[in-house]
């Protein structure tokens, strides 16, 4: 786990000269609650860390013409508790408050979550329903990549942490006729990895009883968060009913193609993501008719 040096830049360029310095043999360090274990386990080499906690621009949670932001260096813990996520995207705080353990989440950052580029990251989930994109900054310029485009494969990520910085995570605003709900399921409430977990996004016209716009993300069933196309579909194509949505979720259950594991069996999976599915929507539906 050695490395010969360790950085600490007060800005996103003197973080970019560093990398560039190093030659492919430096890394981005946030929360490090992955990047240290993976060191550990020799899966990286590295000669210099770069930590870009100490960078201000990237610990902002704000709301700008329609899009909620949030800078790369957050913790999980901040997205929890910020009244802003929790009003405008009830599931991303209730993921984030999922991680680990309070010192955990206490350290690692939302964006780490997406960047380890694991299929049930409780911070990734909500951010993919809610159709998030991320912001990579490099020396050769700046670039946007859609949430989905960010997974490569399990562990596998489009940013290459040698050379990019992410410098935040950004998803446009639900609106009046918005909600979102999450779920999850482990063999214990903290430090366990989940056997499933979920999340829905929303959009319902005026009426509540249609719905115009349908996200889902559900993991671990695929080697990335895993949105069921079909089941969103059906779901905006039909009138919102018992029996539709009984169908939508079933749908999902048949798209999703978990497998087996210590956590649970593939069958076990794809019922429970049907069951679990139906109550967060029925949830989900529940408070938006509460809503004025």
């Not at 694991?118 to 998030?132: K, S």
Request: charged content about 30%.
């Amino acid at each position: 786990m050695e490395w010969i040096a360790y950085k600490k830049p007060k800005d996103l360029s003197e973080a970019l000269i560093l990398l560039e310095g190093a030659e492919g043999k430096g890394r981005v360090i946030a929360g490090g609650t992955d990047l240290i274990l993976q060191l550990k386990r020799g899966e990286h080499r590295v000669d210099l860390l770069v930590d870009i906690t100490g960078i201000d621009e990237l610990k902002q949670i704000q709301e700008e013409d329609g899009w909620i932001r949030i800078g790369a260096g957050v913790t999980h813990a901040e997205v929890a508790r910020s009244a802003l996520i929790r009003r405008e995207a009830e599931a991303l705080a209730k993921g984030c408050g999922h991680v680990g353990s309070p010192q955990i989440r206490n350290m690692a950052t939302l964006v780490g979550n997406v960047i380890s580029a694991q299929p049930a990251g409780d911070g990734a989930i909500p951010l993919m329903v809610l159709e998030a994109e991320i912001k990579v900054v490099s020396k050769s310029g700046e670039r946007w990549i859609a949430l989905e485009e960010a997974y490569q494969g399990v562990g596998i990520s489009a940013v290459d942490a040698r050379k990019e910085v992410v410098k935040e995570v950004r998803f446009r605003k639900l609106g009046e006729y918005g909600a979102t709900g999450f779920f999850r399921m482990a063999r214990r409430k903290t430090l366990a990895l989940p056997i499933l977990n979920g999340a829905v996004a929303i959009v319902f016209n005026p009426s509540k009883k249609r719905i115009e716009k349908a996200r889902i993300a559900i993991g671990p069933v695929a080697k990335k968060p895993f949105r069921p196309k079909n089941s969103e579909t059906y779901l905006e194509a039909n009138e919102v009913s018992p029996e539709s949505l009984l169908e939508a979720c079933r749908i999902a259950s048949e798209e999703a193609s978990p497998r087996d594991s210590l956590r649970g069996s593939a069958f076990y999976r794809k019922e429970m993501v049907r069951v679990n599915l139906i109550r967060t929507i029925e949830k989900v539906l529940e408070e938006a008719k509460g809503k004025k």
